[in-house]
């Protein structure tokens, strides 16, 4: 999620954002909830555990911008 903060310059005063692959959609996540989940697993010891970490849905360059 914070590659997309690289488009802020971009977003002001009705400016294009410009990138490429705007159709791509992905489930983009945010690296407070990536560290959240490693402190958990370290805590627990989920060892040989392999957690999925997705965000909430799955939104496009476009949708995001």
Same mark, same amino acid.
């Given at each position: 999620?914070?590659?997309? &903060? +690289?488009? !802020?310059?971009?977003?002001?005063? %009705? *400016? @294009? $954002? ?6 791509? +959609?992905? !489930? ?7 560290? *959240? $989940?490693? $402190?958990?697993?370290? &805590?627990?010891?989920? @060892?040989?555990?392999?957690? @999925?970490?997705? %965000?909430?849905?799955? &939104?496009?360059?476009?949708?995001? !911008?």
């Amino acid at each position: 999620m914070t590659n997309d &903060l +690289a488009w !802020a310059p971009q977003t002001g005063n %009705g *400016a @294009v $954002v410009r990138g490429v692959y705007g159709n791509a +959609a992905m !489930a983009p996540v945010d690296p407070r909830d990536i560290a *959240a $989940v490693a $402190v958990r697993a370290l &805590l627990e010891r989920r @060892v040989g555990k392999a957690p @999925v970490l997705t %965000g909430p849905q799955s &939104l496009t360059q476009i949708e995001r !911008a």
